[in-house]
């Protein structure tokens, strides 16, 4: 499509489109949300818009009038950069460059350029003109927030500069073509608007029916997806090696990473597209693999760095030296989470949490324990909350751009998070007599939190969070209870955490060592 196509900064008709009062607040942090608002990827320093804007990360996605809306609010910006890029051309044309000028009217003095300056009777060009000849429309008023600036702001001051830059160059006269000028150098086209960042929280939840579970089955490893509504289960991939690892589950749930490891090197598969040749193998036992937000790439650490591996081509591109051998936990934003292993370990998930600047490499430390561990991002991206076994049992939380590493008390009263409701609410889990309770922990500090499971695994012992899957969205969950103490016995259980309800799921015969990696979107059956 041409830069000058009209109809491409049409705005898009919304009329079918209901209301929502959130809309407006999307356009208060449009920068926010398209991850252009500071270089470094800060977090709004007010509280209440980091809470905002953790909530509409989390809504966005779901909701067609504020995707609609951003869209608007997007090719407005762009229209407006075609605006300044058109007036520095035309200001390009109609005034030469005077450096020359400027360089010997400092070496004449005051005087002379005093007497240049007199000479000259041009008038300003103003902006005003040109954006109502070409019909740019100005965005609706702001909300007033402190310290936050929008690019229609930022347009606004550079055309400002722009028009000062032209006054001065204009108090001096232009000269016969023997003069010197500098090579014009044309501004660069508008670049795309940026994508929305979504959540991991998908737009259709009711599609997430199934979970992926990995057990050991006389000597094989089994890869399995799970439906337990319906208690049926398809096998995706055996594995005769021990070190066998299922590294994640894509965000749109319909792919699978995982990886084994033959005592030589290991070697990555896709589910469904490589399951029988490997499409990237380390001479090596290797790290964590990750996958980036759009599915589009995985992050595959290495005692060399961080390769990242294009999933459709397979090229990989190293990156991060400074990275190697750390455990990679995420990726948002342009930032990989890592953590620096406890007293240097390599590939160790306990220690202090980092993220580094992908393009940049810059790497900011986003926590303070040495020891931390159970790292969760927020759904929005805003906030990390983990735990500090040498300091206390609580939760703890704090900002995830790694500015203000002091970190503070979510919840006293529980250690274990395992995931999250739609409204970005963090579940817990909490110990209250011989019960596991899933509770639901309100955001917002005047709201009670909700007992929504009042037993996860009804007579089993303690849970890691490692044992619990909860689907996307934070309506339903599988767990793993132990009981017994000496030859302890596994059972899975399915809990609703809307009824509250809980069923004993049944497992494979002879399965042992199961472990619940994450809900999907794979056929069952």
């Known amino acids: 499509m041409k830069d000058d196509d009209q109809d491409s900064y049409r705005p898009t008709h919304t009329k079918s489109l209901s209301m929502c009062q959130k809309s407006s607040q999307c356009l208060d942090f449009v920068d926010e949300l398209n991850g252009n608002a500071t270089q470094n990827g800060a977090v709004p320093e007010d509280e209440q818009d980091a809470q905002d804007l953790e909530q509409l990360r989390i809504h966005v996605p779901t909701c067609a009038t504020c995707t609609a809306t951003l869209a608007n609010a997007n090719k407005m910006v762009a229209q407006q950069r075609l605006a300044l890029r058109m007036l520095l051309e035309e200001g390009e044309q109609k005034v030469p460059s005077t450096h020359t000028q400027i360089m010997a009217a400092l070496r004449q003095g005051q005087g002379a350029a005093h007497k240049i300056g007199a000479n000259n009777h041009h008038e300003v060009t103003s902006i005003v003109p040109f954006l109502v000849e070409h019909n740019i429309e100005t965005p609706r008023p702001r909300r007033i927030r402190k310290k936050r600036y929008s690019a229609f702001a930022i347009a606004a001051v550079a055309a400002i500069l722009i028009a000062s830059f032209g006054l001065f160059s204009y108090t001096l006269p232009r000269h016969s073509a023997t003069s010197s000028s500098a090579a014009a150098s044309h501004p660069a086209a508008p670049t795309s608007v940026a994508t929305l960042s979504t959540s991991i929280v998908p737009g259709v939840l009711s599609t997430w029916s199934s979970v992926v579970i990995m057990y050991q089955l006389n000597g094989t490893m089994v890869i399995a997806n799970y439906d337990p509504l319906h208690e049926k289960s398809a096998v995706l991939a055996t594995s005769l090696y021990a070190e066998t690892t299922v590294n994640g589950v894509s965000h749109d749930g319909h792919m699978l990473l995982y990886s084994t490891y033959d005592g030589f090197r290991r070697s990555y598969f896709l589910y469904p597209q490589s399951t029988t040749d490997a499409f990237f193998t380390t001479p090596e036992k290797g790290g964590s693999a990750i996958w980036s937000t759009d599915d589009r790439s995985l992050f595959i650490n ?31 934003d342009g930032y990989l989470y890592f953590v620096k292993g406890y007293q240097g370990r390599a590939y160790s998930p306990e220690g202090i949490l980092n993220r580094a600047n992908v393009t940049t490499g810059s790497v900011q430390q986003v926590t303070d324990c040495e020891r931390g561990a159970n790292f969760w991002l927020s759904p929005g991206g805003i906030r990390v909350y983990y735990t500090c076994p040498t300091q206390d049992t609580a939760l703890h939380t704090v900002s995830s751009d790694g500015i203000s590493p002091v970190p503070s008390v979510f919840r006293a009263n529980t250690n274990v998070l395992i995931g999250y409701r739609d409204d970005g609410s963090p579940l817990t889990v909490t110990s209250v007599t011989s019960r596991q309770q899933v509770v639901r922990c309100s955001l917002n500090t005047t709201v009670q939190d909700t007992v929504v499971l009042n037993d996860i695994a009804p007579g089993a012992g303690t849970l890691t969070a490692d044992a619990v899957a909860v689907a996307p969205g934070g309506y339903t969950l599988v767990a793993k209870g132990l009981y017994g103490t000496s030859k302890p016995t596994e059972q899975f259980w399915y809990g609703d955490l809307v009824t509250g309800k809980t069923q004993r799921l049944l497992l494979p015969p002879n399965a042992r060592n199961v472990h619940a990696i994450g809900w999907d979107r794979l056929q069952v059956g």
């Open 302 to 332: 290495t005692a060399q760095g961080v390769t990242q591996i294009d999933v459709r081509t397979h090229h990989t591109s190293q990156l991060l030296p400074t990275l190697a051998s750390t455990s990679l936990l995420n990726y948002r």
